[in-house]
């Protein structure tokens, strides 16, 4: 069973950065890809970002790439969500997931999520 942990999060003025942390307890993170999803008040949840198992394979939805970077440390069993230059539109909360399990070097950003993470705030003020 996977207790996804997520740390970080945070209030930060625009143009500023956060990083978020994806842990995974009694769960190994190692063969599974990993995604990140949004929501905002009174939207649908969207996903920002997928990473494969292997690392190789790294996706971003639009409105943030050049901006996040997702990474992964295998052996801290945690994933990265790296957020610059923030934007007040950036204001959501994060969750981390795990998808069913795929090939190493595949990774989509949305689909079925067999697990998910507590959502972590962030507020990017104006």
């Known amino acids: 069973r996977c207790s996804c942990r997520r740390l970080g999060g945070g209030l930060v003025q625009a143009g500023g950065s956060l990083r978020l942390s994806c842990a995974a307890s009694?769960?190994?993170?190692?063969?599974?890809?990993i995604v990140w999803f949004r929501q905002a008040p009174g939207k649908e949840r969207e996903g920002v970002s997928c990473i494969s198992s292997s690392g190789t394979n790294r996706q971003y939805v639009d409105s943030v790439k050049g901006r996040f970077a997702i990474s992964r440390d295998n052996d801290r069993n945690t994933v990265y969500l790296q957020m610059n230059s923030l934007k007040p539109e950036d204001t959501a909360a994060y969750y981390c997931?795990?998808?069913?399990?795929?090939?190493?070097?595949?990774?989509?950003?949305?689909?079925?999520?067999?697990?998910w993470g507590k959502g972590t705030q962030v507020t990017v003020s104006s």
């Open positions: 997931a795990v998808p069913p399990l795929v090939g190493r070097d595949d990774c989509a950003i949305g689909g079925h999520m067999d697990f």
């Open positions: 009694g769960f190994s993170l190692d063969f599974y890809a």
